[in-house]
């Protein structure tokens, strides 16, 4: 498996910006790295998935336009912006690795590496 470890995470003001990280303990290369969030009472769900040929592949229609899904090899980390955030974007955000050759899916149970999670949560 692949050590991973999610950070940025915060309080923001709706209408705000984060931007998460992913960073990785092993070659970030072999693997496709999915962001995933679970919110208090809701299942797990996939937001933006990062294949290992660098296409990145959307599972929620209502982050679109606001989030972007980003890598960097060199520095083994993978990124999620995040912008325009509202209420409902409020959870526990994870990032998974699966070193299939297409590893992106929108099922938590393929994913076998997974980080932490970092708290998001946007209030005013």
């Known amino acids: 498996q692949l050590q991973l470890v999610e950070s940025g995470g915060g309080l923001v003001q709706p209408g705000g910006s984060l931007r998460l990280s992913c960073a990785a303990s092993?070659?970030?290369?072999?693997?496709?790295i999915g962001w995933f969030r679970q919110a208090p009472g809701k299942e797990r769900e996939a937001v933006y998935c990062?294949?290992?040929?660098?296409?990145?592949?959307n599972y929620a229609d209502s982050v679109k336009g606001r989030f972007t899904i980003s890598g960097d090899i060199a520095k083994q980390t993978v990124f999620l912006q995040m912008n325009s955030l509202k209420s409902e974007d409020s959870a526990i955000y994870y990032c998974?690795?699966?070193?299939?050759?297409?590893?992106?899916?929108?099922?938590?149970?393929?994913?076998?590496?997974w980080g932490q999670g970092t708290q998001v949560t946007v209030s005013s």
């Open positions: 998974a690795a699966a070193r299939r050759r297409f590893g992106c899916t929108a099922n938590a149970r393929l994913f076998p590496s």
């Open positions: 990062l294949t290992k040929s660098g296409t990145t592949v």
């Open positions: 092993g070659t970030l290369a072999d693997y496709s």
